[in-house]
């Protein structure tokens, strides 16, 4: 289907150095690709190896390996929404790069490309099961049989099943698992649990880990919560139809009255992590909660703006009000101090290995609350790169009223009004990069970079295959809301693009999302527009007035030993890039807008996959290397865009379509 373009890269490319004014380019040459390891996150067994849920993985990285768009000739697409009250947000992925997005209270898998987005299939509690509760979007997540497993607000925890045996899409998806949390964790504890279930994950040995608590869990109302976990043993046999009593299969710890999660549950090989509003725990399932450590943190309670401050709402937690983020030998979270701090504890033993104040070179008075996960990147080689956000603001002031039941995650119940009206003046400034390095005698904390004059809600994402942090945010002089792009090194802004200054662009504090085609971010807005910044990296030279369709172009990172294993020889020089186009002639030339690439141009070889699935040399008189001028290359640039040409015959060995007038080339360069 056709797509709308909002902005085009010729008119509505900006960029801009530092801090400064932003400055219309003169070109659309697109960023230096500054690619970053991958990052070190041992694959959660039980979890789909794609961005599974909001945070990407089990780890809460905020951070995905896939390709994000370069400003490669940008253009922002939209996709309406005509059945939801908001454009699809929490969105995250299935091995089949299905997009999952809240739907009419439950989940779906929804086309997000389409002009309009439709519906390919959805469980929704009010239209299938009597309705009375919602699914807890924020807190769901893909299991490895690409089942949906889920929160709901009325405590139970249930596993949608999404596909038939053929792998297509179930028009209604079927419940397979229906646990009802609270009821077992009071039969267990003997005790009413005053707070609700929030969060769910998967421990590496499959058994469902859960918390009960919300946002601004105040330890004096002494509300009694818990945690605990559902056995696999059980999961399975309620999954084969068997019956299962779950007395003996779900096991619970008791809080402290007053203690509660206020957000998700991460997961590792060591076990679960889950952070209350007064302690952090790692927990094991040795049939029954083992508690190997249990960590203390401070907080000066509920932060709220004051009157006469231009904000009019505040936090969202009591606590520290973000997940654990983790790495193989760190949990990582902020405190709820005055000044906010970073804290880094061993995953062993659960000291605080390290800390440091963050985002405090804001005005006196300015207040902090750090209220989305961080960014969490571990190089692997003994530096993990976090990046924190200050949300002051954007919580609502009915938060603190006793009866609000700060577990249901909906925009009307925990944000303030007058920051979705209104937009990111009604929030505080603030973002940081902060490096925990290992060293001989232990860790040491530094800030690499601080940015005060950015005010950000959109849960910035890091791509390690650009080496560029990713985000969402308002300029506070024109109103106008921008994607935006920083140097994960230096903080600077290299991109932004402009959307629209109505207050209704507000992306609504919702994440970024990346997929698995490495052409597309997506933003939520308030405007029922679901937004996707692409580049058009793909274009036909033989007819330029036609225009490939960006959804059917994609670049992922292919692995050096891929490479080698499916028939390419030498070094893997550039990205994978698959495209498709419909309504070909017999031979149809592809021209794939490549960054990145050096040596000799007379060095390199492309590769493409054959209709057997490896890779085969295309021959020299089928493609070639120019730059947009036109000019053949004697050395190549990584700072310079390349065109690499390749013909494709309809039917030929490098067309892995079936169809008739339609070729699909996936071509790599090899050097």
Known sequence: MKKRTMILAMIALMFTTGTGKVQAAEETSGLTIKPLTEKSVDA????????????????????????????????????????????????????????????????AIRDINADETTTIGYFSPKQQDGGGYMIQSSYSFVD???????????????????????ENVLPEFEKVLDIDIKAVAEAALGKTLDQNLLSVVFDYDGNLWFATGGFRIYPDRQQQGTLGYISRTAINAILNGEETDLSEAVFVYELTPGEGAENGIAASKDGAVILTNQNCYLMQADNGVKKVWETPYESVGAKDSAEGDVTTGGGLAWGSGCSPSLTKDLVMFTDNQNPVNLLALDMKTGEVVASLPVIDELPEGTQVSVENSAIVYDDGAGTVSTIVCNWFGAGSAKLAEADSDSSVQSYENI???????????????????????????????????CRSDLADT?????????????????????????????????????????????????????????????????????????????????????????????????????????????????TVASWLNTVTVENVHPNTTVALRMKGLSGSEDAMKLYAYNTEGTLAEVPADLWHIQTESGETPETLSEDVLYEVHVTVEDGGAFDLSDAEKEIKVSAVLGN
């Open 415 to 449: 944000y303030d009004v007058n920051w979705l009206r209104q937009g990111n003046k009604m929030i505080m400034p603030g973002v940081e990069r902060v490096d925990t390095v290992k060293t001989e005698d232990g860790y040491e904390m530094k800030s690499i970079w």
């Open 458 to 570: 959109s849960i910035l994402k890091l791509s390690t295959a650009t080496g560029y942090v990713y985000g969402y945010v308002q300029d506070l002089e024109t109103g106008m809301w921008q994607y935006i792009i920083l140097d994960f090194e230096t903080g600077e802004t290299v991109f932004t693009m402009d959307v629209a200054n109505k207050p209704g662009y507000n992306n609504m504090a919702i994440g970024m999302y990346a997929g698995n085609s490495g052409n597309a971010l997506y933003c939520p807005t308030g405007y029922l527009e679901l937004l996707r910044l692409q580049d058009r990296f793909v274009y036909l030279p033989e007819m330029p007035y036609r225009e490939v369709d960006l959804d059917q172009a994609m670049r992922n990172v292919l692995s050096q030993e891929t490479f080698e294993a499916d028939g390419g020889e030498g």
């Open 44 to 107: 959660n067994p039980y979890m789909v190896k794609n961005d599974a849920n909001i945070h990407h993985d089990c780890y809460n990285t905020d951070t995905t390996d896939e390709v994000l768009p370069l400003a490669i000739y940008p253009e922002i697409h939209v996709s309406y929404e005509k059945v939801n009250a908001n454009a699809s947000p929490a969105i995250f992925f299935d091995s089949y790069g299905h997009a999952v997005v809240p739907f009419l209270g439950g989940l």
């Open 144 to 166: 490895e049989s690409n089942r949906l497993v889920c929160p709901t607000s009325n405590n139970h925890v249930l596993m949608l099943k999404t596909m038939d045996e053929e």
